[in-house]
């Protein structure tokens, strides 16, 4: 029974991967687009990107689930059956609109199937992500440090979102996360974010009258307590 009060020893959690807009541009123009095997594939990583959606999410999409006139938007199906309603960029409906145009579907069937019209797995995806990253690596070099799975996109769209300002919990219902601690996680992980909050600040000034901040006791008690 000794051994059961042996602490399991903890090991670092590793960073997600986040890409940069340019590295997602570079990845996303990798499918031969003019093949329906290349036009599924960027459709699938666009879609990745704007909606933010876990990639089994994305593959039990159905037409049944998009609505293609405005205000345009999938419905998706997370974890615990939760549904959410993600809003979809007009590229992203057109290129949907696209694939079902080269490859029609019917109402409830899979969206992205393979060449026998078979839903595609988060293997066989992972796998070709893997070969058009290696391709995209040849102009944007930051990638080959890079392990990118379709879960990085997911994350490029929460970092994406907070460096576009967008409220924290407007992007947990956007992600469909339980917990506001996950989405609190891609706040802290954006240097430009950072970076912009820092110029904001001005330099310290030889003023003569204290700023007005320093003149306000609730403001300054506030500050005592971080």
């Not at 590295?23 to 123009?29: S, T, W």
């Not at 947990?172 to 430009?192: C, P």
Request: hydrophobic fraction near 40%; charge should be positive.
């Amino acid at each position: 029974m000794e051994i059961l009060n042996i602490p399991v020893k903890r090991a670092p959690v590793s960073e997600p991967c986040y890409l940069e807009p340019a590295e997602v541009a570079a990845i996303l123009a990798q499918p031969d687009r003019s093949t329906v095997e290349g036009m599924r594939d960027h459709t699938l990583l666009s879609f990745l990107y704007n909606s933010g959606a876990r990639i089994q999410e994305a593959l039990d999409l159905c037409p049944h689930m998009i609505r293609f006139d405005s205000p345009s938007c999938a419905r998706l199906t997370g974890k615990g059956r939760k549904e959410r309603i993600c809003p979809l960029w007009p590229e992203t409906v057109l290129l949907l609109k696209k694939l079902l145009q080269r490859k029609p579907r019917a109402p409830d069937q899979r969206l992205f199937v393979n060449r026998y019209g078979e839903p595609l797995s988060a293997s066989g995806v992972r796998f070709k992500l893997a070969g058009y990253v290696r391709a995209a690596a040849k102009t944007e070099p930051s990638l080959h440090a890079k392990h990118v799975t379709p879960h990085s996109f997911r994350h490029a769209t929460a970092v994406h979102l907070v460096s576009a300002g967008v409220d924290v919990t407007v992007i947990r219902s956007w992600l469909g996360h339980v917990s506001l601690d996950t989405t609190n996680h891609y706040a802290k992980a954006n240097l430009e974010t950072k970076r912009k909050a820092l110029e904001q600040v001005s330099l310290p000034s030889m003023a003569v009258h204290p700023p007005s901040w320093k003149r306000d006791a609730s403001l300054l008690a506030w500050l005592d307590t971080l």
